[in-house]
């Protein structure tokens, strides 16, 4: 019984977390979108979309070859993923200039399309969209199976107040 309050609470907590991070971005994306990317504030559609893509792609992956490894290591890998793409993220300008001048010293051909600070956020966007999605998408039946039926009302209340918690947090 502990073993499988402990499973409950972990999942939780992971969900809590993932919202958490997905809140940092939209919390900090508009100031991101005009500070690091050099967009206008209302532009930074360009991240959100790309964030929504890799979710509806993590979805795919998932429903293909999701059952080839165990669900609780897809929502931990998931979650180090999201935590690493978001610092990526922040951290998309260093990366931009590093990546240029590791193209322009070692005489490669151009890549500036790619190693734009607008191409690095789009990409790091649709990664952490995908796991965002493995994250989110495997919690859910995890919860669903593990919590006694009694009792799975409140969890997905506890769960619902969490998320909206974690949300909030970066506020």
Known sequence: QSVIMLAIASVLLYLGIAASLIGVLGVLGPTFATQSLRLEAEDFVVVVLPLAFGIVTGILLLNSFGHLLPRRRIIESGLIA?????????????ISRFLQTAEEAAGLVSLADFTSLVALGVFIALLAGVAYAFVAIPAQPQLQEEIPEDVRGRVFGILNMLVSTASLAPI
């Open 82 to 94: 999201l935590g690493v793409f978001v610092f990526l993220i922040v951290s998309v300008g260093p």
